[in-house]
């Protein structure tokens, strides 16, 4: 089960560790938390991304991505995950990738999950 981060000092908590991976499709920032806690992520995109309508579509999309990828993999930590303009337009596959290889490049990366070339066996 995954977290969310509500507000605006959870935010700047984990814009303040400094430690983000870019990648074409999404931004990611990360703070690591203390104990066995669950991943919790929250979702922004600013206006560079385009009308209300584009970033509406990009935080949905990033919030269903986060649900797939860091439910599974995401090590305990505060996620933030902020839009860029590729977001809207990049198909879902690459931006999963994106994703992982964030996680991977930050080392939040926890196998045993399911990934993009991983699925789940179908019953």
Not at 16 to 43: C, L, M, N, Y
Not at 45 to 54: L, P
Not at 55 to 66: C, G, K, M, P, T
Not at 73 to 88: F, G, K, M, S, W
């Amino acid at each position: 089960m995954l977290g969310r981060l509500t507000r605006r000092a959870e935010y700047r908590r984990v814009a303040g560790s400094r430690q983000r991976v870019s990648t074409p499709g999404v931004i990611v920032q990360t703070a690591r938390r203390q104990g066995d806690a669950e991943p919790r992520f929250g979702v922004t995109a600013s206006r560079k991304v385009g009308g209300a309508v584009e970033r509406n579509r990009a935080r949905r999309r990033l919030r269903a991505l986060a649900r797939e990828v860091l439910a599974l993999h995401a090590a305990a930590a505060d996620y933030v995950l902020i839009a860029r303009p590729e977001t809207v337009a990049r198909p879902h596959p690459a931006l999963r990738a994106d994703l992982e290889n964030a996680l991977r490049r930050l080392g939040a990366w926890n196998e045993g999950g399911h990934s993009a070339d991983n699925p789940p066996a179908r019953t």
